[in-house]
């Protein structure tokens, strides 16, 4: 199971960064796929990426709110602050974990820590807290 999602993954980024889904593009995608090098063989929990994918349709409309938001409202506080790692997270867990904190507008991963935190950007409004 674990191959195949690291294989799905693989091809879902080589679509999104492709946006092509021609026969040849699809077997090119799919033969880098293969030839990426593996990641740690650390154990992967099912309940943990569908727990991801969850969040992850659940940030597109808070995406969107948190533009409009910051269009009509200006957010002119900014804070940096240290947040812990799930713990036991795969490689592709981390990953898609900076890409859901990354992916809404007010928030962004400034640095990975390889001792388990990452580094994320805020911004906020004035009369916040």
């Given at each position: ?6 294989l799905?993954?693989?091809l879902?980024?080589w ?12 077997l ?10 593996g990641l ?5 929990v ?8 969850r ?6 409309p ?15 506080q900014?804070?940096v ?5 799930k713990p036991?997270r ?15 507008p007010?928030?962004?991963v ?7 935190w990452?580094?994320?950007?805020w911004?906020?409004r004035?009369?916040?807290?």
């Open positions: 199971m674990v191959g195949y999602l690291n799905i993954l693989r879902t980024i679509f999104l960064l492709t946006a092509n889904f021609s026969w040849e593009n699809i090119i995608g799919v033969i880098v796929a293969f030839l990426l090098p740690n063989k650390t154990p992967v099912l309940k943990d990426w569908l727990n991801v994918f969040k992850i349709i659940l940030a597109i808070q995406a969107y709110i948190e533009a409009f938001q910051i269009m009509l409202r200006p957010h002119t900014e804070e602050s240290m947040e812990r790692v036991n795969t490689p592709g867990l981390i990953f898609l974990d900076i890409f859901l904190i990354t992916f809404t007010k928030s962004i400034l640095k990975y820590h390889k001792d388990g990452y580094e994320v950007h911004i906020r004035k009369n916040h807290k």
